[in-house]
Nanobody, 122 residues
Framework: QVQLVESGGGLVQAGGSLRLSCAAS????????MRWYRQAPGKQRDLVAA???????TYADSVKGRFTISRDNPKNTMYLQMNSLKPEDTAVYYC????????????????WGQGTQVTVSS
């Protein structure tokens, strides 16, 4: 059973920093693109950043220059370094990944983590 588990959320003052982690576990053949999404209360879930298996990255305009996405392939772990945080960054942050499980290595499935709360106070 493949699982994604996020950690690192919390409460921080505006201008502060947090580092989120997403660890994939289970019988995994390979992991393709990994992503961070966020969802604020009453709003839709939006893509924050993505990183391919080769290390190419994309960012939402709202976080460019402040957030950095990275991954450690041998550890099946992804990170989101968030600097210069603003109150509008407050949301539940979700990890998402395209994974080929060992049980069906020719099939790519999409997985979600349970989410971690990030709250930025003004």
């Amino acid at each position: 059973q493949v699982q994604l588990v996020e950690s690192g959320g919390g409460l921080v003052q505006a201008g502060g920093s947090l580092r989120l982690s997403c660890a994939a576990s289970g019988s995994i053949f390979s992991i393709n693109t990994m992503r961070w999404y966020r969802q604020a209360p009453g709003k839709q879930r939006d893509l924050v950043a993505a990183v391919t298996s080769g290390g190419s990255t994309t960012y939402a305009d709202s976080v460019k220059g402040r957030f950095t996405i990275s991954r450690d392939n041998p550890k099946n772990t992804m990170y989101l370094q968030m600097n210069s945080l603003k109150p509008e960054d407050t949301a539940v942050y979700y990890c998402n990944a395209d994974i080929r499980p060992s049980s069906v290595p020719l099939t790519t499935l999409n997985y979600w983590g349970q989410g971690t709360q990030v709250t930025v106070s003004s």
